[in-house]
Nanobody, 133 residues
Framework: QLVESGGGLVQPGGSLRLSCTAS????????LGWFRQAPGKEREGVSCISMGDGVTYYADSVKGRFTISRDNAKNTVYLQMNSLKPEDTAVYYCAADLEPLPEVDPDRVQAMCVMPKAPYDYWGQGTQVTVSS
């Protein structure tokens, strides 16, 4: 399973770091992603990362503000969120999807983020992020 943490209430311009830790399986050969869903809106891909953390993808709305990273030794993926805006308010989910081959494919990293409704192997339960003054 995947368990997210690190959400909360933050003022505009503030920062948060989300964590997503896997239990029961190693993340080494999984592509990983962060997604979010705001009230009344569709789920959207925020950022994704390849196995081996060689390739990353960011939605245009978060480029330059968010950073995705992974620590396979800790079986965890992170999302550092800086310069937060009220429009970043949402429930944030992480997902993990096993790669069919042990190689980095940039197209598959992007594909994960632009297909937020795909049936990836594992999903977390979500963590609320609220940006408000």
């Amino acid at each position: 399973q995947l368990v997210e943490s690190g959400g909360g209430l933050v003022q505009p311009g503030g920062s948060l770091r989300l964590s997503c830790t896997a239990s029961g399986f190693p993340l080494d050969y999984y592509r990983l992603g962060w997604f979010r869903q705001a009230p009344g809106k569709e789920r959207e891909g925020v950022s994704c990362i390849s196995m081996g953390d060689g390739v990353t993808y960011y939605a245009d709305s978060v480029k330059g503000r968010f950073t995705i990273s992974r620590d396979n030794a800790k079986n965890t993926v992170y999302l550092q969120m800086n310069s937060l805006k009220p429009e970043d308010t949402a429930v944030y989910y992480c997902a993990a999807d096993l790669e069919p081959l042990p190689e980095v494919d940039p197209d598959r990293v992007q594909a994960m983020c632009v297909m937020p409704k795909a049936p990836y192997d594992y999903w977390g339960q979500g963590t609320q992020v609220t940006v408000s003054s």
